[in-house]
């Protein structure tokens, strides 16, 4: 069934990385670990280092997890839209090709959340 607009559609992209004053929004995942219904948005500089993110950003998010302490960050496993990824902690975000709008899931192997609930 067709619908017919009663005015003008003008397409208004609030999301476009020029509405985010120099930074782009990446979404963070911990795949498994349900206390958030998914992925969170962070507005991000791109030039941020990749060692910031997880030494800085993803603790102070995921930190009061009860198995956040448990994880061993050598194993974890990184999907980059939906692709395997193996980050350069030295480099920016940019650098290691995560762009506005990309989805990043950090995945810890044998773990499958509180008693294995996927939270």
Known sequence: ???NALKDYVDNDRDAVENFHGNQVVYIDWDKHRLFSGALAFPLPP?????ALVDELI????GSHPLFKAIDWGDVEWILDDAPFSPDRAAS???NGIGHKSLLRFVTPGDNGIAGSGS
């Open 93 to 95: 975000l940019v650098e």
């Open 59 to 62: 603790p102070s998010v995921w």
């Open 1 to 3: 069934m067709a619908i």
């Open 47 to 51: 030039s941020m280092p990749f060692a």
